[in-house]
């Protein structure tokens, strides 16, 4: 299954409204999760099974989706949110990554 | 609370082989799966492969097939990924995760703190 994430880059401000969209190739149910990465840091869960907010995330971040269409949304950007988002979907094996999204400051 | 820490990084030169270690701690891991993801400099996350700790069985993304072995130690709470055949593009990141759930294969919520892997002849 190819996970299409897009965009792959943004600029934005603190307080602005993001949102990442991710497309796959065949329909997976809910079956996709959200991660953030900082730089030289591991991957962190935000989200699972589509719109499942992971416990101690902040409640800003939401998902959405089903079937072949997924957004993360970001209500109100934060200074510590700027950062590397990737979908991943977990419907079959093999998984697969999107391609990312940077999100950086405008 | 689910601990793995990874073992050290490596340089290797193309041909060889690598075989990078995820220790677990804080549960009882022989419930659970383990994913390992790798990521080359600047570039995204990528798939390799995931272990049933209780019974050995892996599934592995096609790339790494034949040149992955993931395996475990259930002695040591220890599972291991060793890649052969190196190849220059293979430097990255290696990380193990795992869902931290019994019986669970997803999420992936807690992770190793990755281990670098430099191909350089």
């Known amino acids: 299954i190819q996970m299409t994430q897009s965009p792959s880059s943004l600029s934005a401000s603190v307080g602005d409204r993001v949102t990442i969209t991710c497309r796959a190739s065949?329909?997976?149910?809910?079956?996709l999760g959200w991660y953030q990465q900082k730089p030289g840091k591991a991957p962190k869960l935000l989200i699972h099974?589509?719109?499942s907010l992971q416990s101690g995330v902040p409640s800003r971040f939401s998902g959405s989706g089903s079937g072949t269409d997924f957004t993360l949304t970001i209500s109100s950007l934060q200074p510590e949110d700027f950062a590397t988002y990737y979908c991943?979907?977990?419907?079959?094996?093999?998984?697969?990554f999107g391609g990312g999204t940077k999100v950086e400051i405008k | 609370q689910v601990q793995l820490v990874q073992s050290g990084a490596e340089v290797k030169k193309p041909g060889a082989s690598v075989k990078v270690s995820c220790k677990a701690s804080?549960?009882?891991?022989?419930?659970?799966?383990m994913h390992w993801v790798r990521q080359a400099p600047g570039q995204g996350l990528e798939w390799m492969g995931i272990?049933?700790?209780?019974?050995?069985?892996?599934s592995y993304a096609q790339k790494f097939q034949g040149r992955a072995t993931m395996t475990r130690d259930t002695s040591t709470n220890t599972v291991y990924m060793e890649l052969r055949s190196l190849r220059f593009e293979d430097t990255a990141v290696y990380y193990c995760?795992?869902?931290?759930?019994?019986?669970?294969?997803?999420?992936?919520?807690?992770w190793g703190q990755g281990t670098l892997v430099t191909v350089s002849s």
């Open positions: 995760a795992t869902p931290g759930k019994a019986a669970a294969d997803t999420p992936l919520d807690y």
């Open positions: 804080g549960y009882a891991y022989i419930n659970y799966f």
């Open positions: 272990i049933n700790p209780s019974g050995g069985t892996t």
């Open positions: 065949q329909g997976i149910r809910i079956d």
């Open positions: 099974a589509a719109s």
């Open positions: 991943l979907q977990d419907f079959s094996y093999p998984r697969t």
